[in-house]
């Protein structure tokens, strides 16, 4: 399973899963993108349900372990503006904090024990902790490395918001060039890895 989703969240989870032919029980492994707060509301009820166990990089580990509410910054007009209006929603929202058990390094981490096909990857820049996970199949699961709904954009590309912009052009490059192929946003659907590549260019 990929991020904990939003705070109070949890129903939503127990609608989903029941939609695919899987026991809660079957999830092994919740691999946490980053620890924005929209990424790790629901972490701690969500593991409660699967006992799963739950990686995070160490680098932003805290986040979810002090139940932390961070709002990056933007990086475009409408990403700052964006920004400064949810800045103003964080003291009424609340992290269940919960522990990692899985801390992920830079070197990220295999899948095959866990029968996928694929890898985790670290991939900053959205946040100083951002994984991605990268299947051999091309298809990568970025987190907020992209994103492709409105109202945080109206077409696939490039986030609205990091906390170092440079450092995550550098992170897609290495994406790019480890194989990804179709792009799996956080919020919005999935599309081609090319226009990540034109963007950047």
């Known amino acids: 399973m990929i991020d904990?989703?939003?705070?109070?969240?949890?129903?939503?989870?127990?609608?989903?899963?029941?939609?695919?032919?899987?026991?809660?029980?079957?999830?092994?492994?919740?691999?946490?993108?980053?620890?924005?707060?929209?990424?790790?509301?629901?972490?701690?009820?969500?593991?409660?349900?699967?006992?799963?166990?739950?990686?995070?990089?160490?680098?932003?580990?805290?986040?979810?372990?002090?139940?932390?509410?961070?709002?990056?910054?933007?990086?475009?007009?409408?990403?700052?503006?964006?920004?400064?209006?949810n800045s103003l929603f964080l003291p009424f929202i609340r992290i269940p904090p919960t522990e990692v058990d899985v801390v992920l390094e830079d070197e990220g981490l295999s899948l095959t024990e866990y029968g996928i096909a694929g890898k985790v990857v670290y991939t900053p820049g959205h946040s100083p902790g951002s994984v991605s996970v990268l299947l051999e199949t091309g298809e990568a699961f970025v987190g907020d490395m992209a994103m492709n709904r409105f109202p945080l954009c109206i077409g696939p590309g490039l986030p609205i918001f990091a906390e170092d912009e440079q450092q995550l052009m550098q992170s897609w490059k290495f994406l790019l060039d480890q194989g990804a192929r179709t792009i799996y946003p956080a919020h919005g659907k999935p599309f081609p890895a090319d226009i990540i590549r034109e963007a950047l260019a």
């Open 4 to 85: 904990g989703g939003f705070p109070n969240k949890v129903g939503d989870f127990r609608k989903g899963i029941q939609r695919i032919p899987i026991e809660p029980r079957e999830i092994q492994l919740m691999v946490i993108t980053h620890g924005h707060w929209d990424h790790i509301g629901s972490a701690r009820e969500i593991r409660e349900i699967t006992g799963a166990k739950i990686a995070m990089h160490r680098r932003e580990q805290n986040r979810l372990e002090e139940g932390l509410k961070i709002m990056p910054p933007g990086v475009t007009l409408w990403g700052r503006i964006f920004s400064r209006i």
